[in-house]
């Protein structure tokens, strides 16, 4: 089912994909089958450019024929298209399962327009059932590891702060080159708060909540697929 509901939430995204478009492909499972869908339109014609968030994304895109940019020659992208490991109602989200977290956001934060595309699983009332990924310097690592204990113990958050590890047992090295702690700390009731107060640890480079970049998010379920969009500022008004 998960894989038909993934497939379902893509192919509602690539809805919004134009000719011409400068796009930020996302990683994961579910990005995945964006990629795959995409890569037929651009069999069919469609004229787009695309910015892997991950080398898995570039990979993949490769090997199916989306033609491919980078941020350096593309620097403003129209629409980004990736997966979450959570998102609320507001649409903040935890990324990062996938390790792919700091060119994720690095790529949405270039993009006018970012959207989510999620199995109805990922949906939360608040974030934080999914353990937090914080991509941090292999430099100083323990140190930084008890910042990070630091800040959760100033806001009561508890749970262990894990060091993840690859398959061969050696630490997981990013596409950066860093190393990702995960932070099983349960409920995160001010998701905002504490993504301030990581970015602020020197060893932490990056943080899998991803806050006020999503736009929208498709998000399949057994009764369809829903679009959850925020108001922007200068649509409140
Ligand atoms: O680091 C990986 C990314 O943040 C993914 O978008 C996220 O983990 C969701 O992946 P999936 O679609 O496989 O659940």
Do not use: C
Not at 9 to 17: C, D, F, H, Q, R
Not at 45 to 58: F, K, M, N
Not at 105 to 113: C, G, L, Q, T, W
């Amino acid at each position: 089912m998960s894989d038909e509901l993934k497939r379902a939430s893509a192919m509602a995204a690539l809805e919004e994909v134009r000719s011409g478009m400068r796009l930020g492909i996302g990683t994961g499972s579910t990005a995945e089958f964006f990629v795959r869908a995409l890569a037929e339109k651009v069999a069919g014609g469609l004229d787009i450019i695309g910015v892997p968030t991950s080398e898995r994304t570039a990979a993949l895109a490769r090997e199916l024929g989306v033609p491919l940019t980078t941020l350096d020659e593309t620097p403003e992208l129209d629409l980004t298209v990736d997966g979450a490991d959570e998102l609320d109602a507001r649409l903040q989200l935890i990324k990062g399962g996938g390790a792919a977290l700091l060119r994720e956001k690095i790529v949405a934060a270039a993009s006018r327009r970012m959207v989510v595309i999620a199995d109805d699983s990922k949906l939360v009332e608040t974030l934080g059932r999914f353990p937090l990924p914080i991509e941090v310097m292999p430099f100083g690592l323990e140190a930084t590891r008890r910042a990070v204990v630091k800040v959760a113990d100033a806001l009561s958050l508890k749970g262990e702060v894990v060091l993840r590890m690859a398959a061969d047992g050696s630490p997981l090295v990013t596409d950066g080159g860093h190393y990702i702690l995960d932070a099983h700390w349960g409920r995160l009731p001010d998701a905002s708060g504490l993504a301030d107060r990581l970015a602020a640890i020197p060893g932490v480079v990056e943080h899998g909540l991803f806050i006020g970049l999503a736009k929208a998010a498709y998000v399949a379920g057994p009764s369809g697929v829903r679009q959850i969009a925020v108001a922007t500022a200068d649509e409140t008004n």
